[in-house]
């Protein structure tokens, strides 16, 4: 909402400074985005009379000037001047030399066809006050020549850009801001130095008497005003109508003030009647709809919910189809105004337009909302019936636009008005109690601070057993509840005037979520790592059957949400690429949504929510550096970040191989159910020749807690070293290798009875039996470390063997190991190695 | 006898020489002490066999002792010497061996100290769904159905009745649901608007709402509380101020600006001449919303807010265009790896 500070002051009576405004209102009562001046830059112009025209020597379209600047600036300057209209002894706006104008620049002394100018007489144009170039604008002042332009005419203004909360409508017109302002300005001391009175209509008379003769409110839903048959038939859509008619005006351009008025908010003058109805929207917020009396069939005005499939031109020129929903305004055949949003093209006022019908409504909000909606059309009109305004107002809004257009455009109104109201409302009263203020706000509030705080903006208090019945203004239906009248309070008194001292407070009963702790950790786990977290855009095309489509996109391209993350995190390699980036290392943690198959307990039961992590890499494993070639990121890099993602974001699950089918790559498995809970592999993108390898992983993050680490002795004893090499057949794996070794060397420790001796153990034989038989203890693992260290394919191997190197670490924690022991436990696994896999031992 | 015991201590002074010693010094010390043929100590050990058994037990336990000290000194003095750089023509200026750094995306980290702070405060995370019904985002938060207010929040609609959360303020409701008062939360969230992508506006973008709810909570508390993260967020002196706004789901509503980090409060584009900066949305938890929860609104009260840590993010580091966050530029996001550290 865009107020203007001129306006304010006429409707309060006294002068206002634009800033301290600004401040106030944005204190007291709703933000001002923006404080703009209007022809602040006429500053440097001044009232000046020509004393004297003379042709210019030189050329005969224009003159020389004498001109009367004022005693400071020279009373007699010669300026050329090329308007037809210069005439002596007249005042006019002049810019000396050294006064800039809008557009124009700062002036310089120079000469025009030989002759030195001082300055400028001034159009409207020149000045910005509009197109009219003509000739130089004539002032009708009396102020002395000398006199700042901006002093002696009502030029400068502020516009006050207000951002109104959906609560308030009340501050979309100047009177509801203004009163606002009086209360700021009065600070709550309850004076009354700044009171809202409208400003007298310029050149208003009489005209309107019948206006003032006002017919008593009908409960009535039809009659005739001025031979107009008026009929309500949707009281729901439309609670309160009332219809002036007034004959015999003139359309035509509106008077100078009106056209500034409106101009000053950044409103076009379009005539005197448009003009008016608009002017009363923006000082007392009712809409009106003017419609020519010659156009309407009957004539009659019926207001009632529109046909389905009834059709109006609206002004616009777009033929709208109306709904069952929608109030139509209809002459006594058809419709001609999509009640509160627009008129038609046949109904508007137009030049020949001598007798006007005058529409002042109250029409139900929601109604409106869905209507602007269903029409796609906005209008100032509808903006405020959607808020709803004062429907007790209404009356006096109606006599004053009457009086208005009268004043404008002439005509009279030789009938009061009608007052269509089936069911008159009263002004809602509310409870306040004075205690609960304090309650809520935590200072204590006297009762006289709060009547003087609600009052002070149109409230009237009363009290009532102990508690005080508000009665609540007709422009304020936002307050219908008690807690609304603390705000006001609050709001009014200044929520600067609360202290903001921290008090204790008992702690909840709401534990930190545990799923937030598992993204952090996981996140700096993979940061760590030397991954970057990204975030992406959850939208884009469908990444597979399971995507979930938005019912109303912004575009063609963002239809779905995702239900992976990694073509979304593909899609921000390319983007990397295609800037010439090669080391890329991403990671996201973000919801994914699929369609939910089981019967979900939600509401939103058909999408399935899971937090899932993602990573990807591609190019060098490390920054390059000069001491040694860097090779890239391969797919053992990808296997220990999918690893170190898995122990934090799944720790039920173990990567495994994937399953055939599945391409090269690992999989999260749960233990238990052996679902596959997360996967990694190469990924497919669009890369430039010069890109290495792309990688990528994705798991579905479990908010279980992992375990607690238990605190595993210090070995004490020393351990026995032994590297193996080992020839393994095709499909013979390294895991396979490992676990028969680890089982035969609990195995022995376990046949020694327990503790003493490591006995060569028979492969297989009795292994069973050992968990937990022998001797209570669980078996002792002395196969501290295996590492594999090397691969070895080629000569001296059969075609597809290979060799694998490990180096094994051996201890007992409770004793020191001899050398024999471990070989004869080696000498076991080689045994079993050989029999259950046709591993053998290389030899050197 | 009294002699070996002093040529003993004679050769323990030695050992103080060996720590400073240089690689040819150190094999002639090595040699003078303990070679096989003329070694002092050599010697002396020697001697031992020429004594009684008594004295032979004490002297030579000393000896080997202070054998195994010097051969222990000596192999020290060689390592260290075997470390010390290789020569003095190495290009120091030469770049080091680097591994890659990673790092939380810079609204990660923004969420994560907001959310520390209000921790500190005795605040715990929450969470909830990204979808959610229109009675959790929208009529449990009381807002009037086809009310203007709704037009702030333009919805992704999934299906009839559900969409994606246009604020984190569902949440509220359903931590209400499950926990009774005293709550104290702070709920860090995805949310989406059907806003098109533009500088200062994404469809998608972070949340952090906060919401304490109990016996005796006022106004007076909402401002100290948010007071006390700003002065703790931003700078100790921070200036805050407090005026009024509407959500239906607070009353009294209030925003919170603190002055704008750029010009001091003077003015300047990024407050848009204002001198202030908008921080949080916040207010008095509605009585309707504690009612649709079952909470009785006569005995509880509480506060909440909501506030855009990507905004904020961009703020703090001058980011000029949010569309910089989403876009996942590595170049951007290694800026910010150290940002962290930074405060």
Not at chain 1, 419 to 427: F, G, R, T
Request: proline share 7%; aromatic share 6%; glycine share 10%.
């Amino acid at each position: 909402m865009i107020v203007s500070r001129r306006w304010l002051e006429a409707l309060l009576g006294r002068a206002l400074e634009a800033e301290e405004t600004a401040r106030l209102l944005t204190m007291r009562c709703a933000a001002v985005d923006a404080v703009i001046g209007i022809h602040q830059d006429l500053g440097g112009v001044l009232v000046a009379r020509v004393t004297e025209v003379r042709r210019h020597p030189n050329a005969d379209r224009l003159s020389l000037c004498v001109v009367d600047a004022g005693s400071a600036r020279g009373s007699a300057l010669e300026v050329v001047c090329g308007a037809p209209n210069v005439a002596a002894g007249r005042l006019y706006p002049f810019a000396p030399v050294g006064a800039s104008l809008p557009g124009i620049g700062t002036l310089e002394r120079r000469k025009i066809r030989g002759v030195e100018s001082n300055g400028m007489l001034c159009s409207a144009k020149d000045l910005g006050l509009g197109d009219d170039h003509a000739g130089i604008l004539e002032l009708d002042t009396t102020a002395a020549p000398g006199t700042r332009l901006l002093d002696a005419v009502p030029l400068e203004d502020h516009q006050i850009v207000i951002d109104v909360g959906a609560n308030r409508p009340d501050l979309l017109c100047h009177k509801g801001v203004a009163r606002e302002l009086a209360a700021a300005l009065a600070g709550g001391t309850g004076g009354t130095g700044t009171a809202v009175r409208l400003p007298e209509i310029p050149g208003g008379s009489d005209n309107g008497t019948a206006a003032r003769s006002s017919r008593p409110t009908t409960r009535q839903s039809d009659g005739v005003v001025d031979g107009v048959q008026v009929r309500l038939e949707d009281p729901e859509g439309a609670p309160r109508y009332m219809i002036a008619v007034i004959r015999g005006v003139r359309v035509g351009k509106s008077p100078r003030w009106l056209a500034d008025r409106l101009a000053s908010i950044g409103q076009r003058s379009i005539n005197n009647i448009v003009d008016a109805t608009n002017y009363i929207l923006f000082e007392i917020n009712q809409p009106l709809h003017a419609f020519d009396l010659a156009k309407l069939r009957g004539p009659a005005v019926v207001v009632r919910r529109a046909r389905p499939g009834e059709k109006i031109v609206t002004l616009d020129g777009v033929e709208r189809s109306l709904t069952a929903d929608m109030t139509a305004i209809c002459d006594a055949e058809r419709p001609t105004i999509i009640a509160g949003v627009m008129g038609s093209a046949e109904s508007e006022v137009s030049d020949r337009t001598t007798d006007l019908v005058l529409e002042c409504a109250y029409f139900q909000p929601t109604r409106i909302r869905r209507t602007r909606r269903a029409v796609g059309l906005d209008s100032p009109s509808s903006y405020r019936f959607e808020r709803g305004i004062d429907m007790l107002g209404m009356p006096d809004a109606l006599r004053r636009a009457v009086d208005l257009i009268c004043a404008v455009a002439g005509g009279t109104m030789r009938e009061p008005p009608i007052d269509l109201w089936p069911e008159p409302v009263q002004a809602r009263s509310v409870f306040l109690r004075p205690e609960r203020v304090t309650q809520l706000l935590g200072i204590p509030v006297e009762r006289s601070e709060i009547e003087r705080h609600l009052s002070s903006v149109g409230f009237v208090a009363a009290p009532k057993d102990g508690r005080m019945a508000v009665h609540v203004p007709g422009w304020r239906p936002d307050v219908t509840a008690e807690v609304d009248l603390v705000e006001e309070v609050a709001r009014l008194k200044g929520y600067d005037a609360f202290p903001d001292e921290l008090r204790p407070y008992r702690p909840g009963t709401v534990p930190d979520a545990r799923l937030e702790r598992v993204k952090d950790y996981l996140r700096r786990a993979l940061a760590a790592a030397g991954m970057l977290e990204a975030r992406t855009m959850p939208l884009g095309g469908p990444d597979g059957p399971e995507a979930i489509a938005i019912t109303n996109p912004l575009s063609a391209e963002d239809t779905h949400l995702p239900s992976r993350l990694l073509p979304g995190l593909t899609k921000r390699v390319e983007h990397n690429w295609s800037r010439r980036t090669r080391d890329i290392r991403l990671f996201e943690i973000a919801t994914v949504f699929t369609r939910e198959t089981g019967n979900g307990k939600r509401e939103t039961s058909f999408v399935a929510e899971e937090i899932h992590v993602a990573g990807v890499v591609t190019g060098a494993r490390s920054p390059l550096h000069w001491t040694a070639k860097v090779p890239d990121i391969d797919l053992w890099d990808l296997k220990y970040h999918f690893e170190l993602a898995v122990t934090a974001a799944a720790p039920s699950c173990n990567v495994q191989p994937a399953t055939a089918g599945a391409g090269v790559g690992w999989e999260a498995v749960q233990s238990g159910t052996g679902e596959v809970r997360g996967r990694a592999g190469p990924l497919r993108a669009d890369a430039p020749v010069w890109a290495a390898p792309l990688f990528g992983f994705e798991i579905v993050v479990e908010s279980a807690a992992r375990p607690v680490p238990v605190y595993r002795p210090l070995p004490q004893t020393p351990s026995v070293e032994r590297d193996i090499a080992l020839v393994l057949p095709p499909g013979v794996t390294a895991a396979s290798v490992e676990a028969v070794l680890r089982r035969v060397s609990r195995e022995a420790v376990v046949e020694g009875d327990g503790r003493g001796r490591a006995e060569g153990g028979e492969g297989g034989a009795g292994g069973a039996g050992g968990v937990g038989g022998a001797g209570g203890g669980a078996p002792v693992e002395i196969l501290e470390r295996l590492v594999v260290f090397d691969e070895y394919r080629g000569p001296g191997l059969a075609p597809g063997e290979r060799s694998v190197a490990w180096h094994c670490s051996f201890r007992d924690p409770t004793r020191t190991l001899r050398e024999a022991e471990v070989d004869r436990v080696l000498t076991a696994a080689l045994k079993a190695l050989e029999g259950e896999l046709g591993v053998r031992r290389r030899e050197s | 006898m009294r002699d070996l015991l002093a040529a003993l201590a004679q050769v323990r002074e030695r050992l103080q020489e060996i720590s400073t010693a240089d690689a040819r010094r150190l094999q002639e010390l090595r040699t003078e002490l303990l070679g096989r043929k003329a070694g002092t100590l050599t010697d002396i050990l020697k001697a031992l066999p020429t004594l009684d058994a008594a004295r032979r037990k004490q002297v030579g336990g000393e000896a080997n002792a202070l054998k195994r000290e010097l051969e222990n000194a000596l192999d020290a003095r060689a390592a260290e010497l075997s470390r010390a750089p290789v020569t003095a023509g190495e290009d120091l200026t030469m770049p080091s061996r680097a591994a890659w750094r990673g790092g939380l995306h810079v609204v990660t980290q923004v969420v994560d100290e907001i959310c520390a702070i209000f921790h500190e405060l005795g605040f715990t995370r929450a969470v909830g769904p990204e979808v959610e019904t229109e009675r959790y985002n929208f009529f449990a938060l009381n807002f009037p159905k086809d009310h203007p207010a709704l037009d702030a929040q333009d919805s992704f609609y999934l299906g009839p009745d559900v969409l994606l959360r246009t604020h984190t303020s569902p949440v509220q409701v359903r931590t209400l649901e499950r926990y009774r008062p005293p709550v104290r939360v702070v709920i860090p969230g995805r949310v989406f608007r059907r806003d098109p992508f533009d500088p200062s506006h994404s469809p998608v973008f972070e949340q952090i709402e906060g919401l304490a709810v109990d016996e005796g909570i006022t106004f007076v508390d909402l401002k100290a509380t948010l007071t006390a993260f700003a002065r703790r967020f931003f700078a100790a002196d921070t200036k805050v101020r407090f005026r009024p706004s509407y959500f239906p789901f607070t009353e009294p509503s209030a925003e919170m600006d603190v002055a704008c980090r750029i010009c001091g409060g003077a003015g300047c584009p990024t407050c848009k001449q204002t001198g202030w900066m908008e921080i949080l949305g916040a207010g008095m938890v509605h009585p309707a919303v504690l009612s649709n929860v079952d909470i009785d609104s006569e005995r509880y009260t509480g506060y909440a807010w909501g506030m855009g840590p990507a905004r904020i993010a961009m703020t703090r580091h001058g980011i000029p265009d949010i569309r910089l966050l989403y876009e996942s530029d590595v170049r951007f996001l290694e800026q910010f790896t150290d940002a962290d550290g930074a405060r």
